[in-house]
């Protein structure tokens, strides 16, 4: 990525530059997410469903896969944030109607809620980083259950 299209948010908490990079993935704006990430020192791993990844591009990818086409109607709410030094770490609920292939299951229509848990990496105003844990086998169990 190159420097002049990046952007750090310098003097604001953490918790401020991951809300900042988290809604504009939320609103689909991916390029303005990017000019918030550390490119150099990216690393994450979505537990489950990515080993450690260290190209933003490449984690871009998994998050479009797993996150946008299988979902509709996206909605995450913030139930508790820790908030360190250099890190955010953040448990939410998510709404969403599954209308994509996600865990091997095709779509089913369903409005399903669960889980999950970031814990996001914050250096110099960017995002270096996160570690993301989904309830899978909830969202498994909830697309699949017939009763």
């Not at 689909?28 to 997410?33: F, K, L, P, S, T």
């Not at 190209?55 to 479009?64: E, P, S």
């Not at 946008?68 to 908030?83: F, I, Q, T």
């Not at 998510?94 to 250096?123: M, N, W, Y």
Request: charged share 30%; glycine share 8%; proline share 2%.
């Amino acid at each position: 990525m190159s420097e002049e299209r990046s952007e750090a948010l310098y003097g604001a908490s953490p918790l401020e530059v991951y809300r900042a990079w988290n809604s504009r993935l939320l609103a689909g704006d991916i390029e303005g997410a990017a000019r918030l990430i550390d490119s150099d020192r990216w690393k994450e791993k979505c537990l489950g469903l990515t080993d450690w990844l260290t190209d933003f591009q490449v984690a871009v990818t998994h998050y479009v896969k797993n996150m946008v086409k299988p979902w509709r109607d996206l909605e995450m709410r913030e139930e508790d944030v820790v908030e360190g030094r250099d890190a955010v770490t953040i448990r939410f609920r998510v709404d969403a109607t599954h209308v994509g292939e996600f865990l091997g299951v095709p779509a089913t229509g369903r409005r399903i809620s669960f889980q999950a848990i970031r814990i996001v990496k914050i250096s110099e105003g960017k995002v270096t980083g996160q570690w993301a844990q989904l309830d899978l086998w909830g969202i498994h169990s909830k697309l699949t259950d017939d009763s």
